[in-house]
């Protein structure tokens, strides 16, 4: 999988709520060869503060050469990111990991929560895109704990053509509760490939509850790391009988079943 550092230049700043951002780079080379569930890693300034590059998985990405982001801020690097302006340089890593496997044959269900909503867009679309608009049977679930973090996307989701349901946890936007009340309450088609992204709580129920079901489930899962190509250790997470991943290169997405979730 060829990968590429590339000087990308800022087309689009988007201030979605009080704390979350989408910003378009031009970036023809990433662009060219990513795939959904994928990440890039970012350098935030200029100058060495902060030092290290910031993980950001890829939202979107298009034939005419832009890949998206989408973020909240919470720290340094994302609020200076947060303020960047259009035209503004910006230095890019990626692609990079291991993204969703997608077999256009299989109705699908994709369920998100809070920042995990960010690269299932991209997945989505290129769902859509390979069984040419015959979606009926799949289904978007996405999250959050109050509005702020699901209104701002349900459209962007929606006009991919996919039957889509939110749910927030006080109720502020869509139905009250979580996605895993949702998930349980429809009916999903047999053999629906589940993919998810969210909080840790969030998919090991999701996995918990594919297991019962019988149903496979891809699962993007979030670490704390500081190179994004294994070098660094940062990423390692336990999968079960005293052994470990890392998450940059053998994830971010796993088979679900492969993953220890009692951490």
């Known amino acids: 999988m060829p990968q590429y550092q590339e000087k990308t230049i800022v087309t689009r700043v ?4 009080c704390e979350n951002v989408r910003i378009t780079l031009k970036a023809p080379e990433i662009a060219s060869c990513c795939k959904p569930g994928q990440f890039v890693m970012i350098r935030t300034s200029v100058g060495k503060d902060p030092l290290l590059r910031r993980p950001f ?7 005419s050469g832009h890949i998206q982001i989408y973020f909240k801020i919470v720290g340094r690097g994302t609020e200076i990111l947060a303020h960047v302006r259009v035209n503004e340089e910006i230095s890019v890593f990626g692609p990079l990991g291991r993204g969703f496997t997608i077999d256009e044959n299989l109705p699908t269900c994709i369920i998100g929560g809070g920042l995990g909503i960010a690269p299932l867009l991209f997945l989505a679309k290129e769902i859509c895109r390979r069984k040419k608009k015959n979606c009926g049977p799949d289904l978007i679930i996405l999250g959050g704990r109050t509005l ?11 006009e991919v053509g996919i039957r889509t349901l939110a749910t927030t946890d006080d109720g502020s936007y869509g139905e009250k509760g979580f996605v ?5 309450s429809v009916e999903l088609a047999p053999n629906t490939q589940v993919y998810a992204c969210g909080p840790e709580p969030m998919m090991a129920a999701i996995n918990d509850f594919c297991l019962a079901e019988g149903l496979r489930c891809q699962v993007s899962v979030e ?3 500081a190179c994004g190509m294994g070098a660094c250790l940062g990423c390692n997470r336990p999968v079960g ?8 290169m053998d994830g971010p997405v796993f088979e679900a079943k492969e993953l220890k979730w009692n951490l």
């Not at 988007?14 to 709520?17: D, H, K, N, R, T």
């Not at 998985?57 to 034939?63: E, G, L, R, V, Y």
């Open 14 to 17: 988007e201030q979605l709520s």
């Open 57 to 63: 998985s890829i939202h979107q990405a298009d034939a």
């Open 148 to 158: 702020d973090e699901v209104e701002p996307l349900v459209n962007d989701f929606r």
């Open 180 to 184: 895993t009340d949702v998930l349980k």
């Open 223 to 225: 670490s704390v790391m």
């Open 241 to 248: 009988d005293g052994k470990y991943v890392h998450v940059c």
